[in-house]
C-alpha cells in the first residue's frame, strides 16, 4: 500500500551523469532511512549509499566522490546524484526506504521497482 517509485535511469557515456529519484506515495507519516542498492548482471545486490533522517549519509567505497545521496522529506523523495559514470556502475538500481504509515505503531522496509543504469564506454 506503500508504493516507491523510481526514475532517471538509461543509458550515459562513460564519464556522464545521471540522477536518479524515488518517490513514496501512500499514507506516509514519516520516513526513517532512506538507501540505493544497485545489482549488476551476474552479481549480488549491494548496498550503494545511505541517508538517515538527520541528513548522515554513508556510502560505498567504491562510489565514494562520485556518488551523493539527498533527500527531500517534504516529498517523501529520495535522490541519488551520479557523476563520472564508470561501466562498472551498470546495474539495475533500487531505492528502499523505511517508512512509518498513519496508524502503524512501527516503520516498514519497501523497495522501488529497479531502474536500469547502463553505462557505455
Known amino acids: 500500500q506503500v508504493q516507491l517509485v523510481e526514475s532517471g535511469g538509461g543509458l550515459v557515456q562513460a564519464g556522464g551523469s545521471l540522477r536518479l529519484s524515488c518517490a513514496a506515495s501512500?499514507?506516509?507519516?514519516?520516513?526513517?532511512?532512506m538507501a540505493w542498492y544497485r545489482q549488476a548482471p551476474g552479481k549480488q545486490r549491494e548496498l550503494v549509499a545511505t541517508i538517515a533522517s538527520d541528513g548522515n549519509t554513508n556510502s560505498a567505497d567504491s562510489v565514494k566522490g562520485r556518488f551523493t545521496i539527498s533527500r527531500d522529506d517534504a516529498k517523501n523523495t529520495v535522490y541519488l546524484q551520479m557523476n563520472s559514470l564508470k561501466s562498472e556502475d551498470t546495474a539495475v538500481y533500487y531505492c528502499?526506504?523505511?517508512?512509518?504509515?498513519?496508524?502503524?505503531?512501527?516503520?516498514?522496509?519497501?523497495w522501488g521497482q529497479g531502474t536500469q543504469v547502463t553505462v557505455s564506454s
Open positions: 528502499w526506504m523505511s517508512v512509518k504509515r498513519r496508524n502503524f505503531m512501527s516503520f516498514v522496509a519497501y
Open positions: 501512500g499514507t506516509i507519516f514519516s520516513i526513517n532511512t
